[in-house]
């Protein structure tokens, strides 16, 4: 295309341990156009998680601090960390005409729904109910009681499905992955995204 496009915004969102991290790390190693944005947490590194690589760990008062300043374009707690979205990279990336993919929980990308509405929003759903209980605790990370907790939380996250444009089972990593490439390429190719840049466009105009 001869015009420059906007970058879309692509919310990845779902219930914790439906694979939301796995399926973002499988769609950059196949070198998908996609952006990452690193997120800013106040949770504690997990073995092997690098400050600025898989977030950006804070304090919760540098955390309070970047909400005052209106560095972050959503955030929210969860289960008793917080967790944000920094909204400079995000908006420079766009701009470029690159698209950016937020992998976050449900409440964040309701406020991101709120700000940007023309973004697009999957959500990665898993299989059943069972298979995210066996995800969660596969992952080995975390104590008994925050099992249940997360699993308490994932059910009203499900209901908050009707929110999002596309829905995904993540099912198999590599489908998921197909998946969200195939809805991200027709997106770029909606009418309703380009009819005004076409008609702007000169060479248009002249056949
Ligand atoms: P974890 O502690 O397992 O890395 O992440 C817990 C949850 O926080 C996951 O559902 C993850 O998608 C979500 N999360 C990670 N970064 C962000 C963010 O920037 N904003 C919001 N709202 N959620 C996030």
């Not at 605790?137 to 444009?165: D, F, P, Q």
Request: one cysteine or more.
């Amino acid at each position: 295309m001869s015009f420059k496009e906007k970058g879309l915004l692509v919310v990845l969102s779902g219930p914790s341990g439906v694979g939301k991290g796995t399926v973002c790390k499988a769609l950059r190693s196949r070198r998908s156009a996609l952006q990452y944005s690193i997120s800013v947490t106040t949770r504690k590194p997990r073995q092997g998680e690098i400050d600025g690589v898989h977030y950006f760990f804070r304090t919760r008062e540098q955390f309070q601090e970047m909400i005052r300043k209106e560095e972050l374009l959503e955030w929210a707690e969860y289960v008793g960390n917080l967790y944000g979205t920094p909204v400079g990279y995000v908006k420079e990336t766009l701009e470029k005409g690159q698209d950016v993919i937020l992998e976050i929980e449900v409440q964040g990308a309701l406020q991101v729904k709120r700000r940007f509405p023309e973004a697009l929003f999957i959500f990665l759903a898993p299989p059943s109910l069972s298979e995210l209980k066996k995800r969660i605790i596969g992952r080995g990370t975390e104590t008994e009681s925050l099992i249940e907790n997360r699993m308490s939380v994932a059910k009203s996250e499900m209901e908050l499905m009707e929110n999002y444009n596309y829905v995904v089972v993540n099912d198999q990593v590599d489908k998921a992955c197909d998946r969200i490439e195939a809805i991200v390429l027709a997106e770029h190719c909606k009418v309703a995204r380009l009819i005004e840049k076409y008609r702007k466009n000169k060479e248009f105009d002249e056949r």
